[in-house]
């Protein structure tokens, strides 16, 4: 079995970003989410300005959505290729890799991790416009409102997400020319929505290792937005000592999961967060035979995929040189989600 968390992800308040507030508080605010999130490139946020109605609807929705018959969420399947990223996978029909596990760059090693199912099942949107990441929906009747609201929901995260990258810009003091390359590479086209169900499990297939909820990896993202429900789990890897943190639920806390992009784009100024989806230790120590279900709404803000990450010229110094070559957006996510499900082709974004 994987050590057990311990020690807790640190939380900050970002009201003063998303209120009328000052410079100075803005200032200060970006200072503290940069001294708790560059260590190990994640943070708890509140006062994000995401209202707490909409947020209870979202989970309400999830749960509708995942209580549907397995026919009916059949109705929108993921396809067998890995694009478009988008509508219902079934419980261990995904598998998450490592980025270290996808260098090694071995489909050996892909199938016998693949042993392991990762057992979530998940629905994927995102921008109606993209014509390549197209949407797969759920026949209206099938779950009347639910393309609506999702796509209130992905706005919505979206303006919360532009919000965050202006505390990050401010913290790292980029040029204005840097802002501004940094907002045109983010204007919602390649971001995701996601809603997570991670079922009720038996204590005793985790125990004997038949499977996951979700193994350690980072995101290609910029960075993610993680909401989930009070059930726990979501664990951050300390970047020093390598033992894992727990990222404790809380009302209208989200988690700051800094992706690769962002690593990359800031030269490793905010490196990316290793994070994996555990069963806490409350719902082991009780000695129950199975696990609580759990819901999370992970939210992807991702550069615009036809573009290139390019490492900003601030984040470059002479302690500091350049860690990562410029590279297009489309070509990492490719080269990064080409496990991600079995039967994935070579095309790209
Ligand atoms: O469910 C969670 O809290 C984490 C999900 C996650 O890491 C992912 O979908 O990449
Ligand atoms: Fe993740």
Not at 131 to 140: A, F, G, R
Not at 255 to 263: R, S, T
Not at 268 to 289: D, F, L, N
Request: proline share 6%; aromatic share 10%.
């Amino acid at each position: 079995m994987e050590s057990p968390a311990t020690d807790v992800v640190p939380t900050v308040d970002l009201s003063s970003f998303t209120t009328d507030s000052h410079f100075a508080a803005r200032k200060a605010a970006a200072q503290e989410l940069a001294r708790c999130c560059r260590p190990h490139g994640c943070v708890g946020i509140i006062g994000h300005g995401v209202p707490h109605e909409l947020l209870v609807e979202a989970f309400e929705v999830a749960e509708t959505l995942f209580d549907l018959p397995m026919e009916d969420k059949m109705k929108a399947p993921h396809p067998q290729a890995r694009i478009p990223h988008r509508g219902y996978s079934a419980p261990g029909r995904e598998k998450a890799f490592s980025r270290d596990d996808i260098l090694t760059n071995s489909e050996a090693m892909a199938r016998a991790k693949r042993r392991i199912r990762d057992i979530h099942e998940t629905y994927e949107c995102g921008d109606e416009s993209n014509s390549v990441q197209t949407n797969i929906w759920l026949p209206e009747d099938v779950l009347p409102g639910f393309r609506d609201f999702s796509m209130k929901l992905f706005w919505r995260l979206h303006h919360c997400s532009r919000s965050i990258l202006e505390t990050l810009m401010m913290s790292l003091d980029l040029t204005e020319e840097e802002c501004n390359y940094l907002r045109k590479l983010h204007p919602g086209y390649s971001e995701q929505l996601r809603y997570a169900h991670y079922p009720s499990v038996s204590t005793e297939s985790l125990d004997r290792e038949e499977l996951n909820r979700l193994p350690a990896h980072t995101d290609w993202s910029s960075f993610t937005l993680l909401f989930q429900d009070d059930a726990g789990g979501l664990e951050f890897r300390n970047a020093q000592s390598g033992a894992f943190m727990l990222a404790i639920p809380a009302v209208d806390k989200l988690y700051l999961n800094i992706g690769d992009m962002f690593m990359r784009i800031t030269n490793g100024m905010y490196p990316s967060a290793t994070h994996r989806v555990a069963v806490p230790q409350s719902a082991m120590a009780k000695g129950a035979e199975v696990t609580r279900a759990r819901y999370s709404i992970p939210f992807f803000f991702s550069p615009h995929a036809d573009m290139m990450a390019t490492p900003l010229q601030t984040c470059v110094t002479d302690d500091h040189p350049v860690k990562f070559k410029p590279i297009k957006i489309s070509d990492y996510s490719a080269e990064m989600s080409k496990w991600q499900y079995e039967k994935s082709e070579s095309k790209n974004e």
